[in-house]
């Protein structure tokens, strides 16, 4: 537990540092606010449960890292929390319920894409 509350908080610190940094153009938010903090917060101080019940934790931080990039943050912000929600299902749980779990986060991520006014997710030219 321990262990898992010291991960929570260096995420939520990381992802704060990196949160002070201005992104991509495309994004509405140049800092942080309030509300951008209190997000942080909700995406990354879960992973202190994420032993005990990894499947909610999961499907927790992905709903509020959602709410986090339809509010206009960047969202590479906050990928730690949820990329170690998605490890922990896939380590601990049966194959059905990683590929599950790896499915939502990829939704997130696809979702972050669209949200984006400057990198599109998929392109009708062909790159070279």
Known sequence: MAVDAALAVSFAVVS??????????????????????ALIGMVNLPIVARRTAPVMVLVFICVAWTVFIAAGYWPVVNSLGPLLAVYTVAATR??????AGAALMGIVWVYAGRMSTEIPVRSSQPVN
């Open 94 to 99: 049966p194959v059905r319920t990683a590929v």
């Open 16 to 37: 704060v540092l990196l949160g002070q940094k201005p992104p991509p153009e495309g994004w509405g938010h140049l800092q942080l606010d309030a509300v951008g903090y």
